[in-house]
């Protein structure tokens, strides 16, 4: 059972994540006035980067060649052991939300690293910049999760969705969560995912010279990241309609319930991005600064008024 | 020698902080925290800001010794609530760590003992895409980087993972214990982000990219004994970080000596945090380590089936149309420029730029550069302690006469009081 849980969930998260990027695309052109592409653009987009050849620079080792594995494959990982139709997600036993984490920071690394490889001034500029964002943001979304897993006392993801209560404890860390998705999305105002310009760019800097497949890969890691991330959210802040036993109709309504939610997340980060300036980069730190603030903030509450 | 000498630190606290004077009040454990948890920070910052390779892994094992402490407070602290369980778990993970660093650190000591030998030059800022001149060498650099940025499934994050749960588990003793715990949690996030910057750095700037100096040009590969040290160690640092839970079994001898608890026993490969509610999280290394390979051969496959055979082209790199050169790549100095900026109020960067000029204010005939740090804790808080203790030093060499004489003295000195304080029912 746990295999077919673990092939069906790899599978969702494979197919669903371009579709996320889709639907927030939409959404943004709908803001700015525009039709824009199909909500199927992305899959489009990442099918063909997948039969373009590769272009690698003369300086690159093999590091550059084996990162878009590393990195699709830790998120993928990652997906498989977060809560998403059923509240027990297939790799439970693997680890906990520490182990997301450290998931996340492998596939950083070795994008990191291969932004240095090919010698490219670009890739080190958006690296640096990434990188420096991402170690604040890091005790932002640590800080989030133990406001939530003081009522467990356990920082396994299952038990993390089964005991929240709604409160103010909750929603001080569902603040702290929604900017940290924002910046682990790297969408306005902390990054632009729509842009290479130099000014701006971090993560987008980061993976400037690849091309291809190995791009198309990128791509596909990052959506399935954004697929993540958002529903580590939803499962830890919203888990109503999750499935809590392994019968076809609570699967199904589960699957249902975590599709909605997941749409509806997706839509509020489009709108979040749509209705904001882009921060300049060191102002960014203040921000992320204040995730981590209102992340204490929902530590304290729940010693300070109870919940 | 990092390996082993700053384990002494460690070795001392538990032995005379522990043993001899017995588990003390719940407050040394806070203490404690805050000590490694502070130096932790401080310590990575230090690093990520510099440029000389032995001295940047020097400034990260104050980190690492502070994550060390962090453990082991949080077993003192534990001890001392009255939880013996979860406070054999917590020195566990300090431990662990401790053995940790040992393998990591010395393995990155090497790499860089090897580079230094090769390319005459600990600077970073002179090196650069060494990994194509120094594969193995480069190789077992990157195995002790991972493992010291605490990335799974690698020893450090092992460690780091107990850590984290053990400061969970200060969550469930009180307010005052549960808030501490997790403000450390998050200053503990803050510390493996900026490592992970740092050895991203260390690496990347060494090993990645082309040459930036005359320094890279004729280096070779290290001896056959060189790599099989570093080898050796690479391979402990995988295995320590996928058995891990057999290692932490090993530390129930000294958890029990110390607080009188076995450290809680582990189901099968996966490491798992003692249960205080309903359940209990776990970390399973092996399956990590087997899944992400797994998927990503999968992803490969994928890209396989749906795009044919992969066409690769090499090219030089886009540096906006004009030729690269190696000057033009990013420096250590530039990447550490945002944590520098970010962290000013800590780090204190100054730069100083004097321009000679000839004559009309828009020929430059010279330009002097300095930059550098001038740290808060060095000038504010070490600087009086550390002139303390020199001043103290020189007035103790007056001991240290040369004459045989006097010593013999000291001896027979020493030797009355020792029995004086041996007596029984003599001083306590």
Redesign the interface.
Known sequence: VTAALLVGQVLLVVLLAPLLQGVIKSVKAACQNRRGPGLLQPSYDILKLLRRESVVSEHASWIFHVAPYVYVGAYLTAAAMVPMAFIHPPLEAFGDAVVVVGLFALARFALALAALDTASNFGGMGMSRDLAFAALVEPALLLSLFALAIPAGSLALADLAEGQRLGASLLLALAALVIVAIAETGRIPIDNPDTHLELTMAHEGMVLEYSGRPLGLIFWGAQVKQLVILALVVALTSPGGIARELSLGALSVGLLAFVLKLGLFGVALALIESSMPKLRVFRVPDLLGAASLLAVLAILSRFVIGG | MSGVMLKMAVYGLLRVGWELAGPGPAWWGGLLIVLGIVSAVLGVLAAMAEHDLKRLLAYSSVENIGIVFVGLGAGLLLAGLGQPAAAAFALAAGLLHALNHAAFKGLLFLGAGAVLQAAHTRDLEKM??L??RMPWTGGAF?VGA?AI????PLNG?ASE?MT??A??LL??QG?VP??G???T??????T???A??CF?KA???AF???GRSSHVEDVREASRPMLAGMAILAVACVALGLCSSAVVGLFSPITVTLVGAAVPPSPGL?LA?P??????????PL??AA??????????LA?RL???R??????????CGIA?E?R???SAA??????R??FRALLRPYRAVEREQSAAPSFVVGVRFDAGLQPVYEHRLLRAPVGLVMSASRQIRALQNGSLRMYLAYMLVTLVVALLLARPGGAP
Do not use: C, D, N
């Open positions: 650069g895409g990994l194509h990157l991972a940025a605490g990335l799974p994050f993972w984290f749960q400061l969970l969550t469930g307010a549960a808030i715990g997790a403000l949690a998050g200053l503990l996030a803050l493996s982000g900026l992970l910057f991203v690496f990347g700037i990645l990219g082309t996966s945090a249960a205080t509610g309903a359940a209990a999280s776990s970390y399973l399956g990590v899944e992400v390979l797994g998927l990503a051969a999968l992803a490969a890209g749906l795009g044919g992969l066409v690769v082209r090499v090219a030089p790199p886009w540096v690269l190696p033009m790549q990013y530039a990447l550490a420029k945002p944590v900026i970010i």
